[in-house]
């Protein structure tokens, strides 16, 4: 067994079938359900801050507005966590077979029942701070025990079973009321009757976790998971993001908190979006410097070819075609670009970011807009992050141009030999 | 007509793909409907009437739960080679397909 086949049999194939365990493919569906929301919402903090001088009109009556303006953000990014559950919840029970819709419900449920109403001014008011980032991991948790739930309950058959004859609508709502007994008793007597702040305790014990994701190492293991797993031809986004994405929606929340807040320093440095706009740029493994040192200095004929179909995609950051067609995959020459690229541009933009040379990111712009408009929009409109984009884009040209020259003088040499063999048999 | 389903991690890269196998199949005179989706979307796109299913090679972790699917609404599914996935890929792309469904 060679030693590539020894890594994908023994490290990559196994680790990339641990990322499709219920529970975690459940979370991954639930977190992903909700990007829309999070997406959108992220935005009215663009238009509740403009990138505009202070002075300008738009700038002014920006400042006026903020509380209204920031009330759609309020209601959708701020409160990710109670659509995160919803969405966990259901694809929880999607997997079991069992009803979707109960099992969404019971997570929301379970959720609330974390978090005590308080009595304002003779009216029920509900704390939001834990339906937002604050709330994520207590929701995976509480969602994940109700599903369980609602399973035992169905496969041990404790459910009250009605008459034939009952409509099934009527009997299934019937069928959900002691799972959703059980999960209320049990989630009012940690709240209520025990007077436990979920929420507390889970912070304590995920805070070290939280910690070690926003620095260098925490930020440098996932980017070279990821390039690890595309080096077998394997998604290492879809891989790594499960376990990973939980911590990164957290950054993302309580930067897009603070920045809510006016304020300009963000406590976090890397959510997903410090991935996406600094170090995926043209896709995994920051290809776009490939790509273009592919249509520019390629003597292959072939290589040409894959790098002006390539193109398109690699600006809105797909780059399967030049993963599999240059190819990458399994191609020691440019696995090594491909791993220290985004290694180097990691370690620049996490300096750049934790030095306020740029901006940290808190809005989520859609992953397939170009990079310097991405990056634009995801830093609340700072040019220096375009100009931090740019940099690693030659960064990307520069590390990749070695290997390809290269490996394009062999397969130019190889056309070559072709080429000659074929006029040989037309000759003869 | 022929209709088949690619399935890659979110449908937008095997959408690249797509037209190469249409062309391909254009090119053989073969009419041909190709669609790309997410493994997420797939059970919902199951049951439209599918004559083959195609993973795409960076979800091949996923090739047994979409094979476990596709096996449910018995559509044949195969992977694609990492080679066929290429703009570039088209010729190889359909002969899989043709092997898949033995034609």
Known sequence: MSFVDFLEKKLSGPMAKISEQRHLRAIRDGVISALPFIIVGSFFLILAFPPVPKDWALALWAKKHIFEILIPYRLTMFIMTLYISFGLGYNLAKSYKLDPLSGGQLSVAALLLTITPQLVKGQFMLPMTNLGGHGLFVAMLVSIVSVEILRFCKTKRITIKMPEQVPSSVSRSFE???????????????????????????????????????????????????????????????????????????????????????????????????????????????????????????????????????????????????????????????????????????????????????????????????????????????????????????????????????????????EQSEQADSGTTLSM | MMKVLFVCSGGMSSAIVVSALKKEAEKQGMEMEVLATGTGELENEVDNGWDAIMVAPQVRHRLDSVKKIADEASIPCGPIPPQAYTPLGGPLLLQKLKELLNM
């Not at chain 1, 390039?227 to 929340?253: K, M, N, Q, T």
């Not at chain 1, 995994?284 to 200095?297: H, N, R």
């Not at chain 1, 040409?304 to 190819?327: D, L, S, Y």
Request: aromatic share 14%.
């Open chain 1, 176 to 414: 959900a009321l002691i799972p959703v007994a059980i999960v209320i008793l049990l989630m009012s007597l940690v709240t209520v009757v025990f007077g436990v702040d979920l929420h507390h305790v889970v912070e304590q014990v995920v805070s070290p976790f939280v910690k070690a994701g926003d620095s260098i190492f925490g930020v440098l293991v996932p980017v070279i998971l990821i390039v690890f797993f595309w080096s077998f031809g394997i998604h290492g986004d879809s891989v790594v993001g499960p376990v990973a994405r939980p911590l990164w929606e957290v950054y993302l929340a309580k930067n897009a908190e603070v920045a809510a807040t006016g304020s300009q320093n963000l406590p976090y440095t890397a959510p997903e979006t410090f991935f996406q706009w600094f170090i995926w740029i043209g896709g995994s493994g920051a290809t776009l410097g490939l790509v273009l040192a592919m249509i520019f200095f390629s003597r292959s004929k072939y290589l040409k070819a894959v790098g002006r179909t390539g193109v398109i995609p690699g600006i809105f950051n797909i780059n399967e075609p030049i993963v599999f067609g240059a190819p990458i995959v399994l191609n020691p020459l440019l696995i090594i670009p491909f791993v220290i690229t985004p290694i180097v541009t990691t370690i620049l933009s996490y300096v750049a970011t934790t030095t306020g040379l740029v901006s940290a990111t808190y809005i989520m712009p859609p992953w397939t807009l170009p990079a310097p408009i991405g990056a634009y929009l995801a830093t609340g409109g700072d040019w220096r992050a375009v100009v931090l984009v740019v940099i690693n884009i030659a960064i990307s040209f520069v590390i990749y141009f070695p290997f390809f020259k290269i490996y394009d003088h062999k397969m130019a040499k190889m």
